[in-house]
């Protein structure tokens, strides 16, 4: 399916005097702290919504949430209100890829690297994920009601265990939903995630459960720890910086890249059809690079298959030993 410029060309026209025209008409609203929220766009926004829907929009988005520390530091706040903005601003967004049938969602939250930070702003932030964590547990009706699946990825290890138990907890309580997926990037970095799977690997041949043979792109993909999703087609970037900052490196390869140069917590819906009109521009480009290079992924043994079955059998468990372990 191609999609020509001059389709595009009105769109960015009228999505730029709507905008203007929003700035003028629009109120901010108060709402409730919460992970599930009711859409509160309005009419001029819906209909933005549903011009952007004519084209294609992507399944699989994937945002690097950059700019909460400068935030902070632009409102005269601390940084952990700025964090805090970004949790508000993560929820809201999740909606909005709702209302434009965005089917699953994966955020950067915590970097390994950010372990480096100050203790102060370390424990700060450890201390905001757990009154999330708890949060979305107290939501899990809601969670059921709308069959969002939670998937927490990175080295959980790193993490307090009483931190552990809530990820593990929310893991396991929304692992057969099916509707909507969100993907926490959570003590995480793409290098790690990577080493990780290479071992996994690596212990299977030297178990004998795969041979040298058996070592494909698709096998290592099936042990990251995003195995169970499709690769982004659109990653989004706020904050004007210009780099990937070790996320999702072996995922993105094919995958349509917007850098939105607003902070995170003030990024908006304006923002994000700006990207998707991007990535509807850029999508005739992206196929064949994604034909190509599923092609090149080559396939899997049955051995390859059979490991990869007992991995995954072998993470869940491990989130079942956490769930139930004592804080």
Partial sequence: MTFHCAVYFPKLVVLWII????????????V???????????????LCVKIIKN???????????D?????????????VEGHSQGF????????????????EVTVYAFSIENFKRSQEEVDALMELSRQKFKQLLCEKDKLMEHGVCIRIIGNLSLLPQDIQK???????LTKDNNKTFLNVAFAYTAREEMAQAVQAVVSGVEDGALRVSDVTQKLLSSCMYTSTSPDPELLIRTSGEVRLSDYMLWQVSCSCIYFADV????????????AIIKFQRSYAQ????????????????????????????????????????IS
């Fill in 19 to 30: 905008s203007i025209l929003h700035l003028k008409i629009s109120l901010p609203s108060l």
């Fill in 32 to 46: 409730e702290m919460s992970w599930i929220r009711d859409s509160t766009l309005s009419w001029i926004q819906l």
């Fill in 55 to 65: 084209g294609r929009v992507p399944k699989h988005v994937a945002f690097i949430m």
């Fill in 67 to 79: 700019g909460n520390r400068r935030y902070a530091k632009k409102n005269n706040v601390q940084k």
């Fill in 88 to 103: 508000e601003k993560l929820a809201e967004t999740l909606q909005w890829c709702l209302d434009l049938g965005i089917s």
């Fill in 166 to 172: 809530l990820i593990a907890q929310a893991m396991i």
């Fill in 263 to 274: 902070l995170w917590p003030e990024f908006s819906i304006w923002h994000l059809l700006a």
């Fill in 286 to 325: 992206l196929v064949p690079v994604c034909q190509a290079d599923e092609m090149a992924n080559g396939s899997c043994s049955e051995r390859s298959s059979v490991f990869q079955t007992r991995l995954a059998a072998s993470r869940l468990a491990t989130l079942e030993e956490l769930s139930h372990a």
